[in-house]
C-alpha cells in the first residue's frame, strides 16, 4: 500500500498558517495565480468570503468559485505595534476590513500606502502578495 | 416559573501572578462566597465550573475543582465562552433550579492567567480569532477592539480623549476597590505624555491606557430556587433578567463596526424579560476589557442613544453620583480581568450594590442592577439584570 498523499496546501497561506488541511485549499492554489477567491453555492446562490466548502443557508455541499474583484470600501482597520508570536518581522502592519457589498473580505493593508492617506470609507482593491517568508497572502491597495 | 436568587457571591484579590495553583485560587473565590452565604458545600446541589482551558495546563478542570472544593459526589460540569464564561455559568445554573433539577447550584470562575509562559500566552494571542481565515494576518484582541474604536470614531466622530475619560473614571474606583490589581490612579494628562506608558500606542486608535489589566482570580455566585434563596439569603437578591446572543467570528460576516450586536441583543432579551427599560438601571458592570467596549456598551445597553456614549462620560454621568454609574468598582480596565472569574466578580459587584454592602463604591439605593459581559471580541454577548 502506498502512502496516502496529505493535501496540505492550506499552510502556505499567511505569515503563521495555523491549520492545512481543509476543503477549500483551492483557495491557496488560486492565490499562487494571482487570484483572491470565494465560494458561492450551486443550490441557492450566496457567496461566501472566506470560502467555504458548504452551505449553511440550504445546506448543499456543491460550490463554485468566484474571483474577488473591482473595487471595495474600508469599513475599518487598526494599525498594530506589537503582534503576536511569529509575526514580529512583519511591525508595523494595518489589519483592516473592505466591504464588497455582497461579501466582506479581512485582510491587511498594503504597507506602502502612508498613514494619512488611509480614510474609512475610501475605495480599495484585494491583491495577491508573497510574504518575505514565502508564505501567500492578500492585501489591499488603494483603487 | 419560580425565581431565582443569590444566596452567596465571592471573589479572591485579583492579582498579578498568584502563588498558588488554579484549584487554591478558586478556593479563594469559593470560600468567600460560603461564608457570605453561611452554608456548607453540602447544601450546594450541583457546581458549573468557568474557565478558558487554553490558560490550563488542567485537562477538564471541572473534576479537580468539584474535589478541592468538597463538592463531590455532586454532578459537576464546565462552562466556556471566553471573558464570559461565568455569566454563561449562571445562565446555566439559572436553567437547572428553574428546571427543578437542583435547589442550589455554585458558579465557580476562574482564570490563572500567569499558568502558562507569557511567550506561551502570546502564542495564544495569535490564534484568538478563526485560526484558518484571520490569524494567519497577525491579528490580536485589542487590535480588534481598535477596529471597533476607529469605526465608532468615523460613524460618530469619538475621539481617543472621550476613551481616555472612560479609563480616568476605572482608575478612579480601582483605586478604593481593595480587590483591584491596579490601584494606581491615571490621568488625561497622562494619555499626552509620551513619558507615561499610558500614551504608548498599541494598535491605532487604542494606546496602553486604553487595555485592561491582566491578572489572576476567581469568583463565585451561589444561586437558589426560591424557597433556598429565603432560607438562607439574609438581603435577597433575585435575577430578574437574563439573556445570551452570539454573532460571527469572522469580521467578514458581520454588519456593524461601532457596537456589539450580541451585547445589544442579550440586553433586549434581558430587559424584556425583567419588564423594564434602560432608564430604570441604577447601576451597571459593563465589559470594559478596552475603552471602546465600555463606550459601546452604554449606546448598546440604551444608557446613551448610539454615538452619544461620549456625552455621557463627559459629563461623568457614569460616575458613582451620576445618573447611571458604570464600573464603579475599576471594571476590568482597573480591577483586571482573569477571563473566566470576569463575569462572576461583576456580578459579585452588582449583588453587593443592590444589599447596600458595597462599602466607598456604593451608589445610593440601588433597587436594579445590570451585568453585561463580552466572550471574545463582541462573539458571545450575555446580559443579566438584578433587582432586590
Redesign the interface.
Known amino acids: 500500500m502506498g502512502k496516502r498523499e496529505v493535501d496540505d496546501r ?1 499552510k502556505k ?7 492545512s488541511i ?1 476543503k477549500v485549499n483551492d483557495f491557496v492554489t488560486k492565490l499562487e495565480e494571482g487570484k483572491v477567491s470565494g465560494t458561492c453555492c450551486k443550490g441557492c446562490g450566496k457567496k461566501y ?2 470560502p467555504r466548502a458548504d452551505c449553511a443557508e440550504c445546506l448543499s455541499r456543491e460550490m463554485d468559485w468566484f474571483d474577488v474583484e473591482g473595487k471595495g470600501i474600508l ?13 514580529e518581522a ?1 511591525l508595523p ?5 473592505l466591504d464588497y457589498g455582497d ?6 493593508l498594503d504597507s506602502s500606502i502612508p498613514d494619512d492617506e488611509v480614510k ?2 475610501m475605495e480599495m482593491t484585494t491583491a495577491t502578495n508573497v510574504l518575505s517568508n514565502g508564505q501567500l ?1 492578500y492585501i489591499f491597495k488603494k483603487a | 416559573m419560580g425565581k431565582v436568587g443569590v444566596i452567596g457571591v465571592g471573589q479572591s484579590s485579583f492579582v498579578r501572578g498568584y502563588p498558588g495553583s488554579i484549584k487554591e485560587l478558586a478556593f479563594e473565590g469559593f470560600s468567600d462566597a460560603l461564608k457570605d452565604a453561611q452554608i456548607k458545600t453540602t447544601d450546594i446541589k450541583a457546581s458549573v465550573v468557568c474557565s478558558s482551558p487554553e490558560y490550563d495546563k488542567q485537562r477538564s478542570a471541572a473534576g479537580v475543582m468539584a474535589e478541592y472544593l468538597g463538592m463531590t459526589p455532586q454532578p459537576t460540569f464546565y462552562v466556556e465562552t471566553l471573558c464570559s464564561s461565568s455569566s454563561t455559568g449562571v445562565k446555566l445554573a439559572y436553567a437547572l433550579i428553574e428546571s427543578g433539577l437542583h435547589d442550589v447550584v455554585a458558579v465557580v470562575g476562574f482564570q490563572k492567567m500567569s499558568e502558562i509562559s507569557s511567550a506561551e500566552s502570546q502564542e495564544r494571542m495569535g490564534r484568538g480569532a478563526d485560526i484558518q481565515w484571520e490569524s494567519p494576518f497577525g491579528t490580536m484582541m485589542p487590535a480588534y477592539y481598535a477596529m471597533y474604536a476607529q469605526g465608532h470614531m468615523a460613524k460618530y466622530g469619538t475621539t481617543p480623549d472621550d476613551l481616555a475619560l472612560i479609563r480616568v473614571k476605572s482608575a478612579t474606583y480601582g483605586q478604593i476597590n481593595e480587590k483591584a490589581v491596579y490601584r494606581k490612579p491615571v490621568t488625561f494628562e497622562m494619555f499626552h505624555d509620551p513619558k507615561s506608558p499610558m500614551s504608548n500606542p498599541v494598535a491605532s486608535p487604542l494606546r496602553v491606557g486604553d487595555c485592561c489589566a491582566n491578572a489572576d482570580g476567581s469568583s463565585c455566585i451561589i444561586l437558589g430556587n426560591e424557597e433556598m434563596t429565603k432560607r438562607f439569603a439574609k438581603k435577597p437578591v433575585w435575577i430578574r433578567g437574563i439573556g445570551a446572543a452570539s454573532t460571527t467570528v469572522n469580521l467578514a460576516g458581520r454588519d456593524v463596526f461601532s457596537g456589539l450586536t450580541a451585547g445589544e441583543l442579550a440586553g433586549a432579551e434581558a430587559y424584556k424579560m425583567a419588564g423594564i427599560t434602560p432608564q430604570h438601571i441604577n447601576v451597571a458592570e459593563v465589559h470594559d476589557c478596552f475603552t471602546i467596549a465600555e463606550m459601546m456598551a452604554y449606546e448598546n445597553l440604551g444608557f446613551a442613544k448610539p454615538g452619544e456614549g461620549k456625552d455621557l462620560i463627559k459629563s461623568k454621568e457614569t460616575y458613582k453620583e451620576g445618573s447611571i454609574p458604570v464600573n464603579v468598582d475599576g471594571g476590568l480596565l482597573s480591577k483586571g480581568h482573569p477571563i473566566g472569574a470576569t463575569g462572576g466578580s461583576q456580578m459579585r459587584t452588582i449583588v453587593l450594590q443592590l444589599r447596600g454592602e458595597a462599602g466607598e463604591m456604593q451608589v445610593k439605593d440601588p433597587e436594579f442592577g445590570l451585568v453585561h459581559n463580552i466572550g471574545g471580541v463582541g462573539l458571545y454577548g450575555n446580559v443579566t439584570i438584578f433587582g432586590r
Open positions: 492550506f497561506f499567511g505569515t503563521v498558517s495555523f491549520t481543509t468570503f472566506p469599513r475599518t482597520y487598526s494599525k498594530l505595534e506589537f503582534a503576536p508570536i511569529g509575526f512583519d502592519y494595518s489589519i483592516a476590513l461579501y466582506k473580505v479581512f485582510g491587511r474609512v470609507g497572502n
